[in-house]
């Protein structure tokens, strides 16, 4: 094992003890929204993962998005993407985020999540209970950890 492995492990487990995360609604009516804190909450306590919601997407490794992606919001979910730095991961949160949901076809809504940037998970739900999200949470953090031992 060479200086860069030892490097890239340490990252991989300081990055997978300590993910932080920024959240984006695009559309959602908010339902989501509350979900999610509720999971950040001491009840649920998403914290004992080592998650920390961060406000500076340039700070952040997780973008959590909730809601369709309407014309609207198409161009700052893009800005918030862009300044993350690599390697960053999307979580979309909840049927709208996945599929449209209720807001597909309307006039001013682009679509799911996926459609304007790449999404690593997808948590479905309308909305999704907070056990549910946090399982997402832990399933990007084991498959990140998998992914680190088999390279
Ligand atoms: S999935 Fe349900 S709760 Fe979440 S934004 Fe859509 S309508 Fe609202």
């Not at 919601?53 to 893009?78: N, W, Y």
């Not at 949901?101 to 948590?123: A, H, K, M, R, T």
């Amino acid at each position: 094992m060479n200086w860069t492995d030892v490097f890239s492990d340490v990252t991989t487990w300081a990055r997978t003890n300590s993910p932080w995360v920024i959240h984006f609604n695009s559309g959602s009516c908010n339902g989501c929204d509350i979900e999610i804190l509720a999971t950040l909450t001491p009840r649920y306590d998403l914290e004992r993962f080592g998650v920390r919601l961060e406000g500076s997407p340039r700070h952040a490794d997780v973008l959590i998005c909730t809601g369709a992606v309407t014309r609207q919001a198409r161009e700052s979910l893009c800005r918030v993407y862009e300044q993350m730095p690599a390697p960053k991961f999307v979580v979309a949160v909840g049927a709208c985020a996945l599929s449209g949901g209720v807001f597909q076809g309307c006039y001013n809504v682009i679509g799911s999540i996926d459609q304007v940037i790449p999404v690593d998970v997808y948590i479905p739900g309308c909305p999704p209970r907070p056990q549910a999200i946090t399982a997402g949470i832990v399933d990007l953090l084991t498959r990140l950890r998998e992914g680190a031992r088999a390279s």
